[in-house]
């Protein structure tokens, strides 16, 4: 696949493994600046596990992550400590302190890591909550208020040091139809306001095609296709197909262990790469 000449993160031929289970082969691909890049695929298919290995807290068996340039796999802690400063992070359950406010759990980063003081962090917070709807409830503990809710307040958390990325982790997790559209708009709303890399693990389509510019999708631990958004709607790769559609007939199936050994075709802005079926099964963690 070509590269990405603005890539903040360019991931590159990077293979996990769990004992003897391959999770991720060889993967490949640069996530452009600016933009909001999703990563889906069956449940199974390494998406989280990915996703770990981006931040660094997974290291891989061979290949390697640049985020804006630098190594994060086998370099000192002391420099990935200091590259995931780059990242904010928006969990599945948003990972909110049950004990303390949404304003409290939303000034946790300031307060951690930077000398600001109180009257500075709550400038910052109700921006922030402000962005996500959030500052009538502010005082309210994340017991006290809807899963949707808690959402916004991880969102507004991630956001809050201001990073060059955002990584989301199946955000719509738990999340009615309606709700999962209002985050949407959210993050649509919080990137153009940003200008930040938005990187979202998922596998929910509606979602996708409201929020991601860029799109890849990972199958029986390999990377099937990554590309504009337009040209993985209109691949003619049939897993991609498939997998946008919904549809129970392709070479994806019910049982993992049986998926059709098809070929796949990676399609990106460089044309149309041939990659071989993998004769792994799925893999668990993703």
């Known amino acids: 696949m070509r590269a990405v000449s603005n890539a903040i993160i360019s991931i590159q031929g990077v293979t996990k493994r ?3 289970h391959t999770v991720l082969q060889d993967i490949t691909f640069d996530v452009p600046r600016g933009k909001t890049t999703a990563v889906l695929g069956p ?24 985020v804006d340039g630098e190594p994060i ?11 995931r400063r780059k990242f904010g992070v928006l969990f599945q359950d948003g990972a909110l ?21 109180e ?4 400038a ?10 959030l500052v009538a409830h502010l005082h309210k503990l994340p017991g006290e ?17 201001e990073p060059e990325i955002i990584l989301f982790d199946e955000p719509d ?10 985050l949407d708009d959210l993050v649509n709303t919080a990137q153009r306001e940003t200008g930040a890399t938005f990187f979202v693990i998922t596998h929910n389509i509606e979602s996708v095609m409201r929020t991601a510019h860029y799109m890849g999708l990972l199958f029986r631990s390999r990377l099937v296709a990554f590309g504009s958004k337009e040209e993985m709607t209109t691949s003619d790769n049939a897993i991609m197909q498939q997998f946008l559609a919904g549809r129970a007939d392709g070479p994806i199936g019910m049982d993992e262990m049986a998926d059709t050994d098809t070929p796949t075709v990676a399609r990106s802005a460089g044309g149309p790469v041939e990659l071989p079926t993998p004769s792994v099964p799925l893999a668990a963690g993703g």
């Open 18 to 20: 769990f004992g003897g």
């Open 43 to 66: 449940s199974g298919t390494g998406k989280s596990v990915l996703l770990k290995v981006v931040i660094g807290l997974l290291r891989p068996e061979s290949g390697q992550v640049l």
């Open 73 to 83: 796999v086998g370099v000192r802690e002391r420099d990935v400590f200091r590259i």
């Open 97 to 117: 302190f049950g004990s303390m406010p949404l304003y409290d759990n939303i000034a946790f980063p300031l307060r951690e890591h930077t000398r600001r003081t």
């Open 119 to 122: 009257r500075e962090i709550r």
């Open 124 to 133: 910052i917070v109700l921006q922030k909550a402000e962005l996500v709807g």
């Open 145 to 161: 208020v809807s899963g949707g809710m808690r959402k916004r307040a991880g969102l507004a958390r991630a956001l809050i040091l």
């Open 173 to 182: 997790s738990g999340l009615d139809p309606v709700r999962v559209a209002y």
